[in-house]
C-alpha cells in the first residue's frame, strides 16, 4: 500500500514540476493565462445565472432524449427492413430459377424442334 501512495505522490510531482517547466515559454504563459480568465468568467456567470444555466442543461439534455429517440425509431425501421429482406430474398431467388429453368426448357425444345 505504501508503494502505491509513493507512486501517486511522485505522479502528482512530476505533473507539477511539467506544468511549471511548460510555463517557461511566454506563448504557453499568454495561452494559461487566456484560459484561467475565460474558465474564472464562465464560473462566475455560473453563479449570478444558475437558472440559466439550468436551463441551458436541460435544453440539452431534452435534444439528446430527443435525438437518442429518433436513433432508436430509426434502427428499428432498419431492423423491419432487413427481416422484410430476409423474407423475401428466397422468393425472388425461387422466381428468378423457376424463370432460368422455364426459359431455358423453351430454349432446349427449340433446340429439339430445330434438330428433327
Known amino acids: 500500500m505504501a508503494n502505491s501512495n509513493k507512486f501517486w505522490k511522485g505522479m502528482l510531482?512530476?505533473?507539477?514540476a511539467g506544468g511549471a517547466l511548460s510555463l517557461l515559454d511566454k506563448e504557453t504563459r499568454a495561452a494559461m493565462k487566456?484560459?484561467?480568465?475565460?474558465?474564472?468568467?464562465?464560473?462566475?456567470?455560473?453563479v449570478r445565472n444558475p437558472k440559466q444555466v439550468t436551463s441551458q442543461i436541460k435544453e440539452t439534455a431534452q435534444r439528446v432524449r430527443t435525438t437518442v429517440e429518433q436513433v432508436g425509431e430509426d434502427l428499428a425501421?432498419?431492423?423491419?427492413?432487413?427481416?422484410e429482406l430476409k423474407e423475401t430474398t428466397p422468393?425472388?431467388?425461387?422466381?428468378l430459377k423457376e424463370t432460368k429453368d422455364t426459359f431455358t426448357k423453351k430454349e432446349d425444345d427449340l433446340d429439339n424442334q430445330q434438330v428433327i
Not at 422468393?91 to 422466381?95: A, E, G
Open 91 to 95: 422468393q425472388v431467388t425461387k422466381l
Open 13 to 16: 510531482i512530476g505533473a507539477l
Open 34 to 46: 487566456e484560459n484561467w480568465k475565460r474558465a474564472a468568467h464562465g464560473t462566475a456567470e455560473m
Open 77 to 83: 425501421f432498419i431492423a423491419e427492413k432487413v427481416e
